[in-house]
């Protein structure tokens, strides 16, 4: 039997499959529950949680902003948010594969604001 594929130094396959559970929404929990004692997975997984606030908030103001539009204009405006609404999630998974990327390869994503609040924690 073969090996398999060499991990780089310093990392192991239990810390890669962390840092990709930390941006993977509700599935941060794990590695920032599991994982302990590395300070880098702590790191992403807080800010993956953070993250997966902020959008969730994002997401309700949409629903939200959308639901009004919707009944003050009789659906005109309403059906154009509809519309761009895939697009949104769209960014959202997007911004995901991008923290993702970034942290498997040893770097972070800062993003103003989301960033230095998951700092605090």
């Known amino acids: 039997m073969t090996d398999p594929t060499p991990i780089p130094s310093g990392a192991s396959a239990d810390r890669t499959l962390m840092i990709i559970l ?10 920032l529950l599991l994982d ?10 807080k800010h993956g949680i953070i993250l997966t606030i902020v ?10 902003l959308t639901s009004v539009l919707w009944i003050m204009t ?6 154009l948010f509809v519309v761009f609404s895939p697009f949104l999630v769209l960014a959202i998974v997007v911004l995901h594969v991008i923290a993702i990327a970034k942290a498997i390869r040893g770097q972070r994503l800062i993003i103003p604001g989301i960033s230095e609040f998951a700092d605090r924690f």
């Open 22 to 31: 930390a941006y993977l929404w509700l599935l941060a929990l794990v590695p």
């Open 36 to 45: 302990t004692r590395d300070a880098e997975v702590r790191w992403h997984a």
């Open 55 to 64: 959008e969730f908030v994002i997401m309700i103001a949409w629903t939200i």
């Open 74 to 79: 009789a659906g005109l405006l309403g059906c």
